[in-house]
């Protein structure tokens, strides 16, 4: 997901989900039911009330069973940022097999922010599992983006830094090891007032858990947990549903109004799986 500053609008894009959920064989012990892989689309906005569809920017493949997009894998939690540099738009997603044991990030990317993407590749970011991943793109001079992901199966995330053109991870800069040990999943980072906000899952397949929280000063760390951000009847599951991206509604100023925005999802039919949009306020989890 992205925000795109021209015209005041946002972009949004998704896991398409659609289809009949099954339960493949391999995943039958964690109950990792599944639809065949569609795509990844976007839909784009002026008011996040009213939404035009985009279509369908990054197809599966259907005849090529080599292909990280072909209808058997699994390519979640796409997220696209803007590299004022190359005038692209990139988009970094999960890519991974119907098992989830491949692993890897993917990239694609755009001259259009509403497609289509040529995919680019996968790979293990410094040859480190890859799995619920999100990107970040901070306030410095140099717009530098980085790269989340639960990795060392899922129990520890990884924050790594991308190249100038947001296409690779820096391998020549050490990555760093967060929350270890801590099993965290669908990571969303966000700024405010100076300081780095994390907000994450519990590691729980398509079932809602708690939500955790995290605040840094610096994106390496140390990271201090400040615990559940929901508060009220229902946030011992987050209110049914699972993070995916925290919006800044006061664009570069980060001031403090953002929207979380997560999943809810229903793992039996996983196309009629909906969305909690909330209001979030980092004073309060500042407490
Ligand atoms: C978690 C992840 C999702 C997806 C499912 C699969 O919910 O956050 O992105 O991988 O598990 O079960």
Request: hydrophobic share 40%.
């Amino acid at each position: 997901m992205a925000i795109n500053a021209h015209g005041g609008g946002i972009l949004h894009f998704n896991e398409i989900k659609s289809g009949e959920t099954y339960l493949p064989e391999a995943n039958q012990e964690w109950g990792g039911t599944r639809v065949n892989l569609t795509g990844i689309s976007c839909y784009s906005s002026q008011d996040l009330l009213n939404w035009k569809f985009r279509g369908n920017v990054l197809h599966s493949v259907e005849d090529n069973s080599e292909h990280d997009l072909y209808w058997e894998n699994v390519a979640e939690r796409p997220k696209v940022i803007f590299n004022a540099m190359t005038g692209m738009f990139v988009m970094w997603l999960h890519i991974d097999s119907m098992d989830y044991s491949k692993a890897r990030v993917g990239v694609a990317s755009s001259s259009s922010p509403i497609g289509p993407f040529d995919y680019l590749s996968s790979f293990r970011p410094n040859n480190q599992m890859a799995r619920d991943l999100t990107v970040f793109v901070d306030d410095d001079d140099e717009a530098t983006a980085y790269l989340l992901t639960s990795s060392e199966d899922n129990a520890v995330m990884h924050i790594s830094q991308l190249s100038d053109d947001y296409l690779a991870v820096r391998t020549d800069l050490p990555f760093h090891r967060v929350f270890i040990g801590r099993y965290m999943e669908a990571p969303t980072l966000f700024k405010s007032q100076g300081f780095y906000y994390f907000i994450g899952s519990g590691c729980t397949a398509w079932e809602p858990n708690a939500a955790r929280s995290a605040v840094a000063k610096s994106i390496d760390g140390p990271w201090r947990e400040l615990g559940n951000p929901a508060i009220g009847p229902d946030s011992n599951n987050t209110f049914s549903s699972q993070s995916t991206f925290v919006l800044p509604m006061d664009g570069s100023n980060r001031q403090g109004r953002f929207i979380f925005m997560a999943d809810r999802w229903v793992k039996d039919d996983l196309a009629s799986s909906r969305y909690v949009w909330l209001h979030l306020s980092s004073t309060k989890i500042a407490q």
